[in-house]
């Protein structure tokens, strides 16, 4: 069974620095991969999505790696700003496009003015 | 304009109540999902329709009960509150198959609370 982690489960950076976002999984035969962003009260809103035979992909300053072997991607944000602030949630889809997305419990996170 | 719907947008209910959640997708995707959100904000698959098809049951009550009328449409009826059935519950939809095609757009979420 496809187990999602992401640690830390918080984490709070001054505007300017450069956020790292961390999402392990147990089972490599991934089918893809999906980061999503949950402002408080809110939604879910779709950052990035990794196919499996990609090892990355990058949208604006947002930038996420796949790494299947190790069972890690890992999303980056680069000169990150307040309204960077949420809770950062990555889910793998096993085996095929017919299953289901496994969600890891998210990482809050704080940009300080 | 909003691409991935629901209502209602809060519940507050007795136990023992049945209540219906509706969502509603104008993006022409061919797959929709519920999903529950618990008090640790974590989120787990409850069921999930293609083309009005189930193809994800996950282990949940047989008291939750999905109903798919056409491709854009996923309702979710819940018989017997409990308690525990509090919860964020969010809908969702995709195109399955294809590459950048099963990004997942998700409503606003129905916030349930069963006293």
């Known amino acids: 069974k496809q187990e999602v982690t992401q640690i830390p489960a918080a984490l709070s950076v001054p505007e300017g620095e450069n956020l790292v976002l961390n999402c392990s999984f147990t089972?490599?035969?991934?089918?893809?991969l999906q980061w999503f962003r949950q402002d408080p009260g809110k939604g879910l809103t779709s950052l990035l999505l990794?196919?499996?035979?990609?090892r990355e992909q990058t949208s604006g300053r947002l930038n996420a790696s796949l790494d299947k072997s190790s069972g890690r991607s890992t999303l980056y944000i680069a000169a990150s700003q307040p309204g960077d602030s949420a809770t950062y949630l990555c889910a793998a889809k096993t085996t095929d496009s017919w299953g289901k997305f496994q969600f890891g419990a998210g990482t809050q996170v704080v940009v300080t003015p | 304009d909003t691409a991935v719907s629901q209502t209602p947008k809060y519940l507050v209910t007795q136990m023992g109540n049945d209540k219906s959640i509706k969502c509603e997708q104008n993006l022409g995707h061919d797959t929709m999902y519920w999903y529950k959100q618990d008090s640790k904000k974590f989120l787990k698959i409850m069921f999930s329709?293609?083309?009005?098809?189930?193809?994800i049951n996950e282990t949940v009550p047989n008291r939750f009960s999905p109903k798919s009328p056409d491709k854009a449409h996923l309702n979710l009826h819940i018989n017997s509150l409990e308690l525990g059935d509090s919860a964020v519950y969010f809908c969702?939809?995709?195109?399955?198959?294809?590459?950048?095609?099963?990004?997942?757009?998700f409503g606003p979420g129905t916030r349930l609370l069963v006293l």
């Open positions: 969702a939809s995709s195109i399955l198959g294809g590459p950048q095609r099963e990004t997942q757009y």
């Open positions: 329709y293609n083309n009005k098809e189930l193809i």
């Open positions: 990794i196919q499996s035979s990609q």
């Open positions: 089972d490599s035969a991934i089918y893809n």
